[in-house]
């Protein structure tokens, strides 16, 4: 199956401080490419769908301003937590859908963060 | 995109048949029926998808019921590794919206 890679895997930031998440598609183009944020023992929940070239769509209750969102290429998005705090504290996962198969998605192994 | 339920936990033998249940009452014409896992730490696995017929790949088979208001993913040899948490999600949108889903647990 398609490869997606996230960076880092786990990250550990001061309280105030901004962290940026990389998600890359290694083997396919991806036009448009997801982020989900898992709490403990919860579901994953869908923040927003990046779209390359253009702005991101945000699910309801996510504040865009909080959590920046680019896709400055096909095979590439990026997402920032800005002045990050301990309710950040989450699993975040991306995912990407390769051409031709909207519904099917490939996730990355996720990224830990831990806010102090 | 149609809601869906699915049993909380499920317990199976190593080396026999999961059988993992899934209804969707309300799903429309348009609608497909995706399968994914998510294994503990890991991101979400896609296992495999269907719309009205049964499916079948290197993972696991799909059984779709004729009116389609219910599925049963099949993961032939359970092992070990299987252990997961199993989602079956209904879509007609791109997006995919994640249900609690089934906890499956192989046990030897």
């Known amino acids: 199956g398609a490869v997606v890679s996230q960076h880092p895997s786990w990250v550990i930031c001061k309280s105030g401080t901004s962290v940026k998440i990389e998600c890359r598609s290694l083997d396919f183009q991806a036009t448009t490419m997801f982020w989900y944020r898992q709490f403990p023992k919860q579901s994953l929940m869908l923040m927003a769908t990046?779209?390359?070239?253009?702005?991101?769509?945000?699910e309801q209750g996510v504040e865009k301003d909080k959590f920046l969102i680019n896709h400055a290429s096909l095979t590439l998005s990026t997402l920032t937590v800005t002045s990050a705090h301990p309710e950040d504290s989450s699993f975040y996962i991306c995912?990407?859908?390769?051409?031709?198969?909207?519904?099917?998605?490939?996730f990355g192994p996720g990224t830990r963060l831990l806010v102090l | 995109d149609a809601k869906t339920t699915q049993p909380t936990s499920m317990d199976c033998a190593e080396g026999r048949a999961a059988n993992l249940p899934c209804n969707h009452s309300?799903?429309?014409?348009?609608?497909?029926v995706y399968w994914y896992r998510q294994i503990h730490s890991q991101g979400p696995q896609y296992i495999i998808h269907g719309l009205k017929n049964n499916e079948t790949n290197e993972m696991a088979s799909l059984i779709i019921t004729e009116d389609r208001k219910s599925s049963t993913l099949i993961l032939p040899h359970a092992t070990l590794r299987d252990t997961a948490v199993y989602y079956c999600i209904v879509r007609a949108r791109n997006k995919l919206v994640f249900g609690a889903g089934t906890i499956l647990r192989v046990k030897s």
């Open positions: 309300t799903i429309s014409g348009n609608e497909y």
């Open positions: 990046s779209n390359e070239g253009s702005k991101a769509t945000y």
């Open positions: 995912s990407a859908s390769p051409p031709g198969l909207p519904g099917t998605q490939y």
